[in-house]
C-alpha cells in the first residue's frame, strides 16, 4: 500500500527550532516529488515547496522561501520539513503529498498540527 | 503567479441534484489542472487530474472539464458524503496554486 506517514503533533514556544517528518512507502521514493502543504485554521491550502528525493532538488513558494527548510533523507524514505525560528504565525496543520506525472498531488499524509504558542 | 478564483464560495444543494463548481484563473493555464475534495478533520483527497480523468476509485459521478482560464467540476446526482470542501490546483513556473475553496452543502 501506497502511504505518507506524518510524525506527531508538535507544540512549540516561539522562536524554539521544530522539523516535522513524513516517511514514505509502497513506492520508490526517490522517483516521486514530494510537496508540502500549509492548512491555518479555518482556512484553505498553500503550497509552500516541493523536492525531489531522487537528488534533493528543492523549489519554494514565494511566499515560503527563506521562511521554511525541506530536505530529504533517502536511506530512510523520509522528507522533512523545518524551522528555524517558528512565530506564531506558523501555528497550522501541515500536509505531505506525492506529486504525480500530471503535477497532482495523487497521495496525501494524514497531517501534522503544529501549535507555536507562548 | 497564477490566481485561481472558485465560485460560489458556498453551495447548498440536495441529494441526487447536480453540482457545478467554477474555478477561473487569472492566466491561461498551460499544464494540469486538478481538483480535490476535503472533508472536516480530513487530508485533502484528489478528485479529478489533467482536468478531466477521475483518480483511482473515485466515483463516477465526479467529472471535470475546461480548458484555458475556466474550469468545472461537475458531481453528476450528489449523494450526502459528498459533503465537503473542494479545491481546484494548478502549476505555473515551479509555482503551484490552489483556489480558495467551495464548501458544498449536502
Known amino acids: 500500500e501506497v502511504q505518507l506517514v506524518q510524525s506527531g503533533a508538535e507544540v512549540r514556544k516561539p522562536g524554539e527550532s521544530l522539523k516535522i517528518s513524513c516517511k514514505a512507502s509502497?513506492?520508490?521514493?526517490?522517483?516521486?516529488?514530494i510537496v508540502w502543504v500549509r492548512q491555518m485554521p479555518g482556512k484553505g491550502l498553500e503550497w509552500m515547496g516541493i523536492?525531489?528525493?531522487?537528488?534533493?532538488?528543492?523549489r519554494y513558494s514565494s511566499s515560503f522561501q527563506g521562511q521554511v527548510t525541506i530536505s530529504v533523507d533517502k536511506s530512510i524514505s523520509t522528507a522533512f520539513l523545518q524551522w528555524s525560528s517558528p512565530k506564531a504565525s506558523d501555528t497550522a496543520m501541515y500536509y505531505c503529498?506525492?506529486?504525480?506525472?500530471?503535477?497532482?498531488?495523487?497521495?496525501w499524509g494524514p497531517g501534522t498540527m503544529v501549535i507555536v504558542s507562548s | 503567479e497564477i490566481v485561481l478564483t472558485q465560485s460560489p464560495a458556498t453551495l447548498s444543494l440536495s441529494p441526487g441534484e447536480r453540482a457545478t463548481l467554477s474555478c477561473r484563473a487569472s492566466?491561461?493555464?498551460?499544464?494540469?489542472l486538478a481538483w480535490y475534495q476535503q472533508k472536516p478533520g480530513q487530508a485533502p483527497r484528489l478528485l479529478i487530474y489533467?482536468?478531466?480523468n477521475r483518480a483511482t476509485g473515485i466515483p463516477a459521478r465526479f467529472s471535470g472539464s475546461g480548458s484555458g482560464t475556466d474550469f468545472t467540476l461537475t458531481i453528476s446526482s450528489l449523494e450526502p458524503e459528498d459533503s465537503a470542501v473542494y479545491y481546484c490546483?494548478?502549476?505555473?513556473?515551479?509555482?503551484?496554486?490552489f483556489g480558495q475553496g467551495t464548501n458544498l452543502e449536502i
Open positions: 503529498a506525492r506529486k504525480n506525472d500530471y503535477d497532482a498531488f495523487d497521495v
Open positions: 492566466l491561461i493555464v498551460r499544464s494540469y
Open positions: 523536492i525531489y528525493p531522487g537528488d534533493s532538488d528543492t
Open positions: 509502497g513506492y520508490s521514493f526517490t522517483n516521486y516529488w
Open positions: 490546483q494548478q502549476r505555473s513556473n515551479w509555482q503551484y496554486t
Open positions: 489533467d482536468v478531466s
